[in-house]
């Protein structure tokens, strides 16, 4: 927790002047080309790193829309009507003369010659 709050404290005026100082010690006349090589090379990893975050946002992206197509297809197949076969009733049972006998006799008629 105390590193970013050093660094902060150690990037002012002062902290800007020592880092100066050790450059130009370092690189003394070779100093112009090392700050053209060096903001060259955060050039290139700026691009890399914005390559990479694109590269994933696109990925990202191609996820949702497959995930939503997917489920778009899914409700129209949940959504669609489903045919049930048409009711048809039983067929009718021809009537037998036993039936027939059990009315009649229900009825308090004689019952019907069997022949």
Do not use: C, W
Not at 9 to 21: D, P, T
Not at 58 to 67: G, I, L, P
């Amino acid at each position: 927790m105390l590193l970013p709050l050093a660094f902060f404290e150690f990037v002012s005026i002062q902290g800007f002047l020592i880092l100066a100082i050790l450059g130009v010690l370092l690189y003394g006349e070779r100093l112009p080309e090392v700050a053209a090589s060096l903001g060259k090379q955060l050039m290139h990893l700026k691009k890399s790193v914005q390559g990479i975050r694109d590269e994933i946002e696109s990925v990202a992206f191609d996820t949702k829309h497959a995930v939503a197509r997917s489920m778009d297809k899914a409700d129209d197949l949940a959504h669609e009507e489903s045919t049930a076969p048409k009711f048809e009733p039983p067929p009718a049972k021809p009537a037998t003369v036993v039936s027939a006998a059990k009315s009649h006799a229900s009825l308090g008629g004689p019952p019907p010659d069997n022949k």
